[in-house]
């Protein structure tokens, strides 16, 4: 017992064994058999942990890139809008850095202060419900 404490081992990490640490030693366990396959199942081991690292980051940058192309997308899509809101813009006297919201409060209030308009709608809105009163008579009078 005493002659194999005082031998130097080395550990092998493959096979997860003590070997003599001698050349003839380490050379001899290398050519084994069972070292060798389990040296081929720690490499296969590797390649298939970097596979599946570089499968994971294709299918992240792929993610990524569809996410990028539909912000491009939306982007050419807004420049698009933009475009043509600033074509219809330039027929009409508008400055371009004035929102659309301050219009439309602008023409409302246009037609509030009209008296004319606004009559003339209480009279088109009266007109309608009476043309719907006498034809829902006439129908009822028709099942009758
Ligand atoms: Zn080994």
Redesign the pocket.
Known sequence: ADYWKSQPRKF?Q??K?WIADNKPSIEF??RGKN?KQ?VTAKIDEIKKKSIDKAKKEEKMSKEFAAMEEAALKAYEEDMKRLQGESESEEAAPIPADLPTEPKTKFKERTITSLGDESSAGTTFKKRKTENGKSRSLRQRGKDD
Do not use: F, G, L, R
């Open positions: 092998c493959y096979c064994c366990h290398e070292h389990n």
